[in-house]
């Protein structure tokens, strides 16, 4: 079952702008990650944040996460042509045993208009 | 350092047929994955492995077998493949647990089942 989902599934901005994309959950998690993919390729790792962190940074990325609400944002400022691309929350609950993998949303699909 | 490398990249296979898909890392990662993408959705897990000799089932085990050949190589087995299993197959591999170090992913096998 799919625990995260992320809002909008879709997005068109001009370059430029900055863009924002939600992600909830429904149950408690260790930690969330974004990841980020590019047309027929694989997922490249964006940001972890841990359930203890509100904020966190990496170049243009800004990623908050609200345990609260059970929601996440990832906002990316100054858009580029080459963020086009499909971006995932994934969260993740430690269990104590058995598989141990990340939680999947459907994603939120970027495009950065010229 | 090819990362997470992936073989075939795509194939077609007529109901009940049999194939193995092959993933290895040369990261010397402890964990490895293999997820299955399905159009519009996240990824979901089938299989999790976190060492040499051991497997665990995840979300969507039902259809597959695989085998943790040795730390480099995890393969995933359809061996009788139903058109449900129509789908993108990715592999991945992490240092430690999915939640606390980043996942690195393979560019994916493309499967249709006819």
């Known amino acids: 079952s799919q625990q995260g989902e992320e809002d909008p599934q879709a997005l068109s901005i001009q370059e430029g702008e900055n863009a924002t994309m939600n992600c909830s959950y429904k149950t408690s998690i260790n930690n969330l990650q974004w990841y980020r993919q590019n047309s027929g390729r694989g997922l490249v790792h964006l940001i972890l944040i841990r359930s203890n962190e509100r904020e966190k940074h990496s170049g243009r990325l800004r990623v908050t996460l609200d345990t609260s609400k059970k929601s996440s944002s990832l906002l990316i400022t100054a858009s580029r042509a080459a963020d086009t691309a499909s971006y995932f929350c994934?969260?993740?609950?430690?269990?104590?045993?058995?598989?141990?993998?990340?939680?999947f949303g459907k994603g939120t699909h970027l495009i950065i208009q010229p | 350092n090819a990362g997470v490398t992936q073989t075939p990249k795509f194939q077609v296979l007529k109901t009940g047929q049999s194939m193995t898909l092959q993933c290895a890392q040369d990261m010397n990662h402890n964990s490895m994955y293999w997820y299955r993408q399905d159009p519009g959705m996240g990824l979901r897990l089938i299989y999790y492995s976190a060492s040499e000799g051991t497997t665990d089932k995840g979300e969507v085990p039902n259809g597959y077998n695989v085998s943790r050949l040795n730390k480099r190589e995890f393969s995933l087995r359809l061996e009788s493949a139903a058109p449900s299993q129509t789908s993108v197959y990715f592999c991945?591999?992490?240092?430690?647990?999915?939640?606390?170090?980043?996942?690195?992913f393979g560019p994916g096998t493309r499967l249709t089942v006819t």
């Open positions: 991945a591999s992490s240092e430690g647990l999915a939640g606390v170090k980043p996942q690195y």
């Open positions: 994934a969260t993740y609950m430690y269990s104590g045993g058995g598989a141990d993998g990340l939680t």
